[in-house]
């Protein structure tokens, strides 16, 4: 939490620092290609674009993994695969089985839709990077990751329902929030670089 929070504020004074000295360098060089922020077009630039500047794909994975994270480390599926075969219960041994199912059933779809020759999430010239594969690949996995601790919970009686099984989701959203703040913070100062020095419109 601690650093997180040192990261942050790192990130906001170098979004400062970037505002002055844009301006400094558009200033005493006009000719410069340098854009300063701090202008109507800079200015209009920063908090018309910034809502593209954080919608990103990674914004998604990040939201995803947390979301996986959380139901994973709730289930007490790490625990249950680290336990030896003989001191498991029966209810988290039978679990474990179908999440193993699950994990085989996940392999072949994965095989059948990116691996296959004319797969429908390879690009169009038959290559998985970069491409659609290369797009789903975190988000597919998270969503895996999600089910396969939420059926173990379920059937091992970590969970007494769905509503634990949400409960535990969230969980990871909170626990991880600071990174959502630290991702939108350094999103901005990213693209505000890109901005400056002309690297993007």
């Known amino acids: 939490m601690e650093v997180t929070a040192v990261a942050v504020i790192c990130a906001l004074v170098a979004q400062v620092l970037l505002f002055m000295v844009s301006w400094l360098i558009s200033a005493a060089s006009p000719e410069t290609t340098v854009r300063p922020l701090l ?6 630039w920063f908090f018309g674009s910034f809502a593209d500047n954080v919608a990103t794909p990674q914004l998604v994975w990040l939201l995803v993994t947390l979301i996986a994270y959380g139901t994973v480390s709730k289930s007490q599926i790490v625990e249950a695969l680290l336990k030896g075969r ?7 041994t039978f ?25 429908a999430l390879l690009s169009v010239t038959g290559q998985l ?12 996995l998270a969503f895996f990751l999600f089910v396969a601790a939420a059926t173990y919970g379920l059937l091992a009686g970590v969970f007494r329902g769905l509503a634990e099984v949400m409960g ?15 991702y939108v913070v350094v999103s901005e100062l990213f693209f505000s670089f890109l901005y400056v020095f002309r690297m993007s419109s």
Do not use: D
């Not at 199912?101 to 095989?111: E, G, S, T």
């Not at 491409?131 to 690949?137: E, L, M, S, Y």
């Open 95 to 119: 679990a474990l089985r179908i999440v193993l199912a699950q994990f085989i059933v996940f392999i072949l779809v994965l095989v059948a839709v990116a691996l296959v020759p004319h797969a």
């Open 39 to 44: 202008s109507n077009e800079g200015i209009r």
């Open 168 to 182: 535990a989701a969230c969980e990871g959203l909170a626990k991880a929030a600071p990174l959502i703040v630290l």
């Open 129 to 140: 990077f970069p491409g659609p594969f290369a797009r789903c690949v975190i988000p597919s």
């Open 86 to 92: 003989h001191k498991r219960t029966y209810r988290q």
